[in-house]
């Protein structure tokens, strides 16, 4: 079975940093576009980062914009999402996203999205 696993969240302090990892499992994701989303308590799935098969387009969310990076590695099939200058409204769960299809662009759209990972809580204090 397909799985998804997201890793690397914690607990930070405003200004800080984490990284978040996504493994892959049951199919090899290289050839497929990757998302983020997360969803804060009682707001929406938000849509925060995607990324093309190759790795060399990347789109975000205006308000994550020079502060995250979503990298891959296919190789290891594992994607990334470097979070630098946390700020408390980044407090959310954070969840990876992938289409079944293979060929798909990077995504804004959950739909665009068949297979999801359990999530993973990112805390930012103030």
């Known amino acids: 079975q397909v799985q998804l696993v997201e890793s690397g969240g914690g607990l930070v302090q405003t200004g800080g940093s984490l990284r978040l990892s996504c493994a892959a499992s049951?199919?090899?994701?290289?050839?497929?576009?990757m998302g983020w989303f997360r969803q804060a308590p009682g707001k929406e799935r938000e849509f925060v980062a995607a990324i093309n098969w190759r790795g060399d387009s990347t789109i975000y969310v205006d308000s994550v914009k020079g502060r995250f990076t979503f990298s891959r590695d296919n190789a290891k099939n594992t994607v990334y999402l470097q979070m630098n200058n946390l700020k408390p409204e980044d407090t959310a769960v954070y969840y990876c996203?992938?289409?079944?299809?293979?060929?798909?662009?990077?995504?804004?759209?959950?739909?665009?999205?068949?297979?999801w990972g359990q999530g993973t809580q990112v805390t930012v204090s103030s």
């Open positions: 049951g199919r090899t994701f290289s050839s497929y576009a």
């Open positions: 996203a992938a289409p079944k299809l293979a060929g798909w662009s990077a995504s804004r759209l959950p739909s665009a999205y068949d297979y």
